[in-house]
């Protein structure tokens, strides 16, 4: 019988990769132009309800905008902004912490002074404040969040390095004249990636609430580009007279955090020894 | 009290480093704050005033020193948007989000460590399941969206409850500690203590949701952890009663790790509000942050968010402070 963890695993990135095939062809899946309004056809409900029609499945906003279309346009931006934040604070976070467990002394002094600055904000007031002062813009965005999530990895992998580095396979390169950055790159750093994963899966969920959240906020991406935050925010107005405006966007982010975080749970299942134990 | 000395002291370069990122903010920011703030019919005359005005022709460090001796005396300037001192609007707001993370933080508790405890202590069965699995969805659910929901179903289809505010128009509370509750309680005003926790509700269980999930699946693996050790055995043996086993000994050492990611969410709780108190137009500090940023008024935002560091650094110390008092075995 197929174990729970390897459902979790199969369910979630059943989900993720059908919203990045979703993200990837979205001109090809949108059924109309996510920018183009129909005036005449503005709040029409999803095409099972009452006045609905059956060329918007999913109904129309208050320009006219086709909501299926939007929301299939919506993902790019989440999950390009979710995986470029993974990647850049995973390596930023990654290299510092391996660099201040491996070396230690003035660099762990360094990087671990530097991350306690930043784990003494909350994340999101990190990602708020630095949108609030860069102002709008996708670049912006993956910068703000990236330095709000970088310090999650560098804890981890600096801790990881640190116990890694006693090892006696780390010795042994040694011995055979490994030079300290090749035995740090080839040895000590691939050792890390099983805690890294799970914190990346976890870490891409969270950043994906949050980048719907400083949306909503009016403070992500500029308002012209289609997102699942910015579609909630505008729909907010409407929600006695179209919820469809709110459920739909809504759900999307449900369903995609709820994948990445059943992938992540599965992952840190495999990986994780003492929650095999607990089982 | 060492203790506190001793991590005090500690926190300084910290709180230096804090400040000096929010400082820097403001001057990495692309553009000249003042031209963005007086809009494009501002003559050069007028930036140029204001620039002085806001002491921002001086030298960065004389700036970063005066910012400095400033917070620390508390004097942080007039709002530009509300034209008050920030340091009132601040006193005014603070006592809002303090209610509202605290009630968030009661909603979670309840719901969250009974449910935790009770799916270890019954591990693996369909309620576990059930129990974790609500947990998942609420870890994914985005807490914006519960809000609008509950507001569209309990304040739009059933009228149920009120869907913005703090308390019903008209109704007065003498303000003594600025926390509806608490003063309408001890001024024994029922009616604006009912509308409060009225007002209150669909907030706190819109904030309050994520960190229930996040304490369920805490409380239960700490439980699962600590049902595992041989003094657990030990009380068993003994032939103490399963109520007491769970009560006495496994749920106060499980309240460990409990109480610490409560702590840690706290912090969360308090930048959380700034999206629940939008999505309510709750008049906390959460909603004047965006109001601040809205408008451009970057002093205040800046004040405000060295107030959300610095709290949620005196928390986390806090935090810390209790353990030795739940576990005395700990020693800092």
Known sequence: MLSLRYLKIYVGGAILALLVVCGIAAPLLAPRDPQAQTLEDRLRPPRWAENGLPAYLLGTDNLGRDMLSRIIFGSRISLMVGAATVLFAGLVGCTLGAVAGYFGSTADEIVSKISEIFLAFPFLLIAIAMMAF??????NLIFALMLSRWVQYCRVVRGEVLSLKERDFVSAAKALGGRDGYVLLRHVVPNTFASVTVIATFGMAIV???????????????????????????????????????????????????????????????????????? | MRTLIRRVVGAVPVLLGISFLIFMLMHIAPGDPVSLLLGDDATPADIERTRREWGLDRPLAVQYWDFLTRAVTGDFGRSLKFNEPVIKLIGERLPA???????????????????????????????????????????????????????????????????????????????????????????????????????????????????????????????????????????????????????????????????????????????????????????????????????RDYKLTQVLILMFAVTYFVVNLLVDLLYTWIDPRIKF
């Open chain 1, 208 to 279: 994906i609430i949050t980048e719907a959240s400083l949306s909503f906020l009016g403070l992500g991406v500029p308002a012209h580009i289609p997102t699942w935050g910015s579609m909630l925010s505008e729909g907010r107005s409407y929600i006695n007279r179209a919820p469809w405006l709110t459920i739909f966007p809504g759900l999307a982010i449900f369903i995609t955090v709820f994948g990445i975080n059943l992938l992540g749970d599965g992952l840190r299942d495999i990986f994780d020894p003492k929650l095999r134990r607990q089982r």
């Open chain 2, 97 to 295: 989000t303090l209610e509202l993370a605290f009630a968030s933080l009661v909603v979670a508790i309840f719901l969250a460590v009974p449910l935790g405890v009770y799916s270890a202590v019954k591990h693996n069965s369909l309620l576990d399941h059930a129990g974790m699995s609500v947990a998942l969805i609420g870890v994914s659910l985005p807490n914006f969206w519960l809000g609008i929901l509950l507001i569209y179903y309990f304040g739009g289809q059933l009228n149920l409850l009120p869907v913005a505010g703090r308390i019903e128009y008209g109704i007065e509370v003498k303000r003594i500690t600025g926390l509806y509750l608490f003063d309408s309680l001890i001024t024994g005003n029922l009616e604006a203590f009912g509308s409060t926790v009225k007002h209150l509700l669909m907030p706190a269980i819109t904030l309050g949701s994520a960190l229930a999930a996040i304490v369920t699946r805490i409380s239960r693996s700490s439980v699962l952890e600590v049902m595992r050790q041989d003094y657990v055995t030990t009380a068993r043996a003994k032939g103490l009663s399963e109520k007491a086993v769970i009560w006495r000994h496994i749920l106060r050492n499980a309240l460990i790790t409990i109480v610490t990611i409560l702590g840690l969410q706290l912090g969360a709780l308090l930048s959380g509000s700034v999206v629940t108190e939008t999505v309510f137009s709750y008049p906390g500090i959460g909603d004047l942050l965006i109001q601040s940023i809205s408008a």
């Open chain 1, 134 to 139: 860069l102002g709008q813009g996708v670049g």
